[in-house]
């Protein structure tokens, strides 16, 4: 159990680690590049070594040096497995999602299973659409869920068809595997895709290790077949989605936090999240390479969140102090993350005295509260333990239970935390 201590006006600079997302994606696209890949700033934590054993799993190699791992990678071709194997992702939805399709590529039988929370996060559109594509995947107990099981042998390639409505990491996923199928692959998406931002961070790592996409907005997205990924030195920048925390700490104590090495291009969808805060009465300085929060009276706001659904926690952790309610909409897919995201505000925030009224797809967080600290827990989820530490900025006496879930994105949270 970690205290959070109250502070005052902040003003610090801080170093972020490597993008999460974008290290899932590099490090796939290196092993199934032909030859050797440098990735310098990649995330080291739970979920991108689960990405790094599964492919492990497969015969690829990796090397690791400060700051930097080495790929080398199979030119998507696999070494035979003759014997059924088993793969565990621990609560990675990611590497679940991405290794249902890389498993595919690789010939012999998997059994892809993770710890009981991944086992409650839905698989289903995925698996239809790898049937449409001629893969023979099925599910070992619950249909629609993990633990599923793959008999390699190749991806026939053809036209899948998925809901967008679920999850962008199917539509991902598909499209990391599909330069190495036999045809084509065409991918319809039907709906509104969530979290479509995370769709280009994936076209771009694709684009940087040598592989062409035709798509048509979110809708429609073909890869030809004959592609190959080419290993390359990769540079990962560092994690918005960590960088949130410290610019909430900005906005909640009308401080000043400047985050390094992120850039104002950056393809990363949760840099909307600036938008957000700027709406709600902050300052930003979008510099070349650094990102700078200037704090101020905070007052709520109407947000769609659809874009970037991770940063609810902390426009959460941010509404208690805003003046009026902040509205947060379109995000029920947050129920079948690591916890129930928006069961899991609405009862540790009310906890600590804020009145949050929870909705199907969102919630509404009333603003001018006053906050008491009390015992409070994460959910085992590593973005509510993030959040929580935000509150505790302003809120004295909050005491995080099982704080070290924090290390399934951020292993040095708490370390760089204390340089507020």
């Known amino acids: 159990m970690i205290e959070v201590k109250p502070k005052a006006t902040i003003r610090c600079s801080v170093n972020l680690p490597g993008s999460k997302s974008v290290t899932h994606r590099a490090l796939v696209a290196a092993a199934l590049a032909d030859g050797q890949s440098s990735i310098e700033n990649w995330l080291e934590c739970e979920d991108t070594r689960c990405t790094i054993d599964a492919l492990r799993e497969l015969g690829v190699c990796f090397s690791q040096a400060p700051n930097r791992i080495t790929v080398s990678g199979s030119g998507g071709s696999f070494h035979p497995q003759l014997q059924r194997r088993e793969i565990f992702v621990g609560n990675s939805g990611t590497t679940c999602r991405f290794m249902m399709s890389i498993l595919a590529l690789a010939s012999g039988e998997y059994a892809l299973t993770g710890t009981p929370r991944m086992h409650e996060r839905p698989a289903g559109g995925l698996v239809k659409a790898l049937n449409a594509l001629g893969v023979s995947i099925s599910y070992i107990f619950r249909e629609g869920y993990p633990p599923v099981r793959v008999e390699g042998g190749g991806i026939r390639g053809g036209r899948a068809t998925v809901d967008g409505r679920e999850s962008s990491q199917y539509v991902s996923s598909l499209l990391l595997s599909a330069p190495c199928a036999q045809n084509d692959v065409e991918i319809e998406v039907t709906g509104k895709l969530v979290s479509a931002p995370y769709v280009d961070l994936t076209l771009d790592v694709m684009r940087k290790f040598g592989i062409s996409v035709y798509r048509e907005g979110y809708g429609y997205f073909k890869v030809e077949a004959g592609q190959a990924y080419r290993s390359t ?85 941010m509404a208690p ?30 906890r600590l005295g804020s009145r949050v009224d929870e909705h199907d797809d969102g919630l509404t967080i009333y603003g001018d509260q006053k906050l008491s600290g009390t015992v409070v827990d994460p959910h085992d989820d590593h973005r509510i333990a993030m959040s929580l530490a935000v509150l505790g900025l302003r809120a004295p006496g909050i005491r995080i239970t099982n704080e070290n879930c924090v290390d399934k994105s951020f292993p040095g949270f708490w370390k760089t935390w204390k340089t507020l």
């Open 233 to 317: 030195p990769f540079v990962v920048e560092s994690d918005v989605s960590s960088a949130s925390y410290f610019w909430a700490a900005a906005a909640v104590t009308g401080g000043t936090v400047t985050t390094k090495n992120i850039n104002a291009d950056s393809r990363q969808g949760d840099m909307g999240f600036l938008a957000v805060i700027e709406e709600m009465g902050c300052q930003v300085e979008r510099g070349n390479g650094e990102i700078t929060v200037h704090g101020g009276p905070l007052h709520g706001i109407d947000a769609d969140m659809s874009p970037m659904p991770d940063l609810v926690p902390t426009l959460a952790a």
């Open 321 to 350: 102090f805003a003046k009026g309610s902040t509205v947060i909409r379109n995000v029920p897919h947050l129920r079948l993350k690591e916890s129930d995201r928006l069961r899991a505000v609405a009862r540790e925030w009310a």
